[in-house]
């Protein structure tokens, strides 16, 4: 654990000295996007010392060509990765003919915060410049109103003495991946143009050998003043354009510039209309004035918090945890498209490429059930949906029937290459059906599954039919030869968590055609189901094989797992972990140490099929041998550990969700944000401290508060209503916000909580 910034503010995170030694930490934690664009917290003038410079684009992609030792059939040809992208922060600082460089100049009082909720950058810092001393003021945001827009300004004051200010801001898009498997660039120039506070950069993604889509992007800036310029002029070059700007200064006195930028791709437009259209974006939003554009974004922003924020009393760290988490949560993705998903750093860094995981269905499809609109999550839906037949592509390609959804992709198409990963972390596939569920079961929306869910739930379930063998000796199904949740175990024979999520694949698959050959046959007959194959989905998941162990009464992960030298944890020397940076990946395989949530990935998606004695042994026994080292981690275990009473641990866990990335938990927040996993917080709060579940249809909560909380508050989204859950030391209060009398179950008990009422609950307090 290394917290970097030890000013803590519930709302904002604060850097209140320069950082060099960690500065790739702190450009990861001050990151910002707006689902459509993203940035690393890099600064806007030109720096010497080490920084990764990184701006992303949502759906922008380019497969670059796999890089592997010895090839295995099967292997995706490349792999997808969000290239970085136009650099359109730039903006370098002259002072009297002096650059203004922070990895040189002496730097004083140096201030950084992230506003949460406004969704604001800002930067403060005296330098000096031999001898010449400014102050510095830049703001920066990617605005939510206008998604295809960025703004800066950057004042200077000068405060010993009277000379010359030059800004140069600049656009520009040679740029290059720090994880480019040939060291290429992506990019290839298209044109670019400037005149008078006007610049343009238009470039598009290579051509590849693989026809997927080539996208170009146009960054078109405008700049603004507030003073007379001595000199303003213009250049460009291939990849690059940009405007020089020098004012007089006199001591005391600040000069600023604003920085407008419009970035538009083929996503949304024509090429030939991209740079028009951006033109047509910034004038419509400079018009209104930077004041209005902020207080535009800043109310934006307001209004996500006021259905989203959660409140916690008592409990600073975890406060500013939670609202951190939420932020970049969203600032990765709000639903507004469904072609979009949820990269595991999200537009932070670039590791995981940017590509989709089974980390949206598993881990962040809830946080947006809870608390945005049903579309939204819908949207999440659809964009598996829309990747059926490359699904089917991907599970012919190895050999078997129905679908199976990649771990790792862009457009259907698997793009990862480790076999291991790719053709054995299958349980990945079980996920999407479990988002289906979960979403119909949340939103009551069966009219999805007859329209679309169906389609992928009969194909997963073919899939699963193949994938298995009948043992005939045992007259059970197994599935051989598959990595479960746990990464730190390859390879291995019947992982539970894969075989329990299999049958219930299975048996869904079976429900859901029953009920629709009597509601909606026309998509029964859609997908060519007969009776025979649902008997057969029904047999093949009554005869699957559930590892058990009778002596230790608990589930087993896999196979051969109890085979292994067991030492817990706890008793490991400290310097040994994270064990992925201090041991050999051979010595991980062998090991009993679990990198996340595997058999307890189950008992929290079932969490209703298990009791509270199953789950409590199970999670005594799994928990001591977890390192945690999936960001994913320590949010289910914390939800598991609330449900067998266990607040201390819960609440240690939550924490190490909550603070990931602030205190860098698993030393590699250098390389981005665990985006996916900060939906991990929200889960910790909601479905364990406050025990919230919707199984069978009914809302209940089974509220829990921590020893060092006084109280913490909620609102929530649950099918036409709007709830506002509060939970003290006294006991939960209940307030129907909006829709119609609705039933909760609260501690087992049921309650209608009617329109605008509330209900208050009053209990003894857990210790
Ligand atoms: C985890 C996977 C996860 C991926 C992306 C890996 O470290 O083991 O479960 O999908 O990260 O977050």
Redesign the pocket.
């Known amino acids: 654990m290394k917290r970097l910034f030890n000013t803590i503010d519930e709302w904002k995170i604060i850097q209140d000295k320069i950082e060099f030694e960690e500065n790739r930490l702190a450009e990861s934690i001050m990151s910002i996007g707006n689902g459509y664009m993203g940035m690393r917290g890099n600064y806007e003038e030109y720096y010497s010392k080490d920084s990764h410079r990184g701006s992303y684009i949502g759906g922008v992609w380019y497969p670059d060509k796999t890089r592997v030792g010895w090839w295995k059939n099967g292997y995706p040809n490349y792999f997808g990765k969000v290239p970085n992208s136009v650099n359109f922060i730039g903006i370098d600082v002259y002072i009297n003919g002096k650059i203004l460089d922070l990895g040189k100049a002496e730097v004083k009082d140096f201030y950084r915060e992230l506003d949460m909720k406004n969704g604001t950058l800002t930067r403060k810092f005296i330098a000096n410049i031999d001898g010449y001393e400014i102050e510095a003021k830049v703001t920066r945001f990617l605005s939510i109103v206008a998604k295809e827009l960025g703004v800066i300004k950057y004042e200077i004051k000068s405060l010993n003495f009277d000379g010359e200010i030059m800004f140069c801001p600049y656009l520009d898009s040679n740029v290059k991946n720090e994880d480019s498997n040939y060291d290429e660039t992506f990019w290839v120039n298209v044109s670019t143009d400037s005149k008078n506070n006007y610049g343009n950069v238009v470039a598009k993604t290579k051509d590849n050998p693989f026809n997927t889509e080539v996208f170009t992007i146009a960054s078109v800036m405008n700049i603004r003043f507030n003073k007379e310029t001595k000199l303003n002029t213009y250049s460009n070059r291939e990849y690059y354009s940009d405007n020089t700007l020098i004012f007089d200064i006199k001591e005391s006195e600040t000069v600023a510039i604003e920085k407008y930028i419009a970035i538009t791709t083929t996503r949304d437009y024509e090429e030939n209309k991209l740079v028009e259209k951006a033109e047509y974006i910034l004038n419509k939003e400079i018009n209104k004035g930077y004041e209005t554009v902020l207080q535009e974004q800043i109310k934006a922003w307001n209004k996500r918090w006021e259905t989203s924020d959660i409140k916690i009393d008592g409990d600073d760290l975890a406060q500013q945890g939670i609202r951190y988490n939420l932020f970049q949560l969203f600032s990765t993705y709000y639903g507004d498209d469904s072609r979009l998903n949820i990269g595991?750093k999200g537009f932070t860094g670039e590791k995981?490429g940017g590509a989709t995981?089974?980390?949206t269905e598993a881990y962040c499809l809830p946080v947006y059930l809870g608390t945005t609109s049903k579309e939204v999550s819908k949207n999440l839906l659809l964009y598996r949906y829309n990747q059926l037949e490359k699904a089917k592509e991907n599970a012919q390609k190895l050999g078997l029937e129905g679908a199976l959804y990649p771990m790792v992709t862009f457009n259907g198409e698997e793009c990862h290459n480790e076999w291991e990963i790719t053709f054995e972390e299958i349980h990945r596939n079980g996920s999407i059906i479990y988002a289906i569920y979960n979403y119909t079961n949340y939103t009551g929306d069966y009219e999805y599954i007859k329209e679309y869910g169906i389609d992928v739930i009969v194909e997963v379930a073919r899939f699963w039919a193949s994938r298995v063998h009948l043992n005939k000796r045992k007259g059970l199904y197994m599935i051989h030869g598959v990595t479960g949740?746990n990464?730190y175990d390859n390879n291995v024979n019947n992982n539970w968590y894969t075989n329990y999520l299999a049958k219930w694949c299975l048996e869904y698959a079976a429900e859901n055609i029953f009920k629709l050959e009597k509601e909606c046959i026309e998509s029964v007959n859609r997908n060519n189901v007969s009776k025979e194959e649902v008997k057969m989905w029904l047999n093949i998941a009554d005869k699957m094989y559930l590892p058990y162990d009778e002596e230790l009464d608990i589930i087993v992960q896999h196979d051969d797992f109890l085979d292994k030298e067991f030492i817990k944890v706890n008793d490991l020397p400290k310097n040994n972990l994270p064990l992925n940076q201090n041991w050999s990946w051979d010595k991980i395989l062998r090991s009993c140490f679990i990198?996340?949530a595997d058999v307890l990935q189950g008992i929290y998606y079932f969490n209703d099929k298990f009791t509270f004695k199953e789950k409590k042994r199970n999670f005594e026994f799994y928990e001591s041998y977890t390192v945690h080292e999936?960001s994913?981690s320590p949010s289910i275990y914390s939800i598991i550990a609330c449900e067998i009473d266990n607040l201390d641990k819960a609440y240690e866990l939550y924490s190490r969700t909550a603070r990931l990335d602030l205190d860098n938990y698993n030393n590699d927040t250098e390389d981005g944000l665990h985006i996916?996993s900060m939906s991990g917080a929200w889960l910790s709060i909601i479905q364990g401290f406050a025990g919230m579940r919707t199984n069978n249809q009914t809302l209940s909560f089974n509220p829990k508060l921590p020893n060092k909380w006084n109280s913490y508050s909620f609102n929530i989204n649950y099918r036409e209503n709007k709830l506002k859950i509060e939970v003290n030391k006294d006991g939960i209060n209940i307030t129907n916000l909006e829709g119609n009398d609705i039933e909760v179950n609260v501690y087992d008990k049921k309650y209608i909580v009617k329109n605008n009422e509330y209900i208050a609950y009053r209990y003894v307090a857990l210790s």
Request: charged residues 25%; without cysteine.
């Open positions: 595991p995981y995981y089974w980390d949740p990464e990198k996340q999936s994913l996916t």
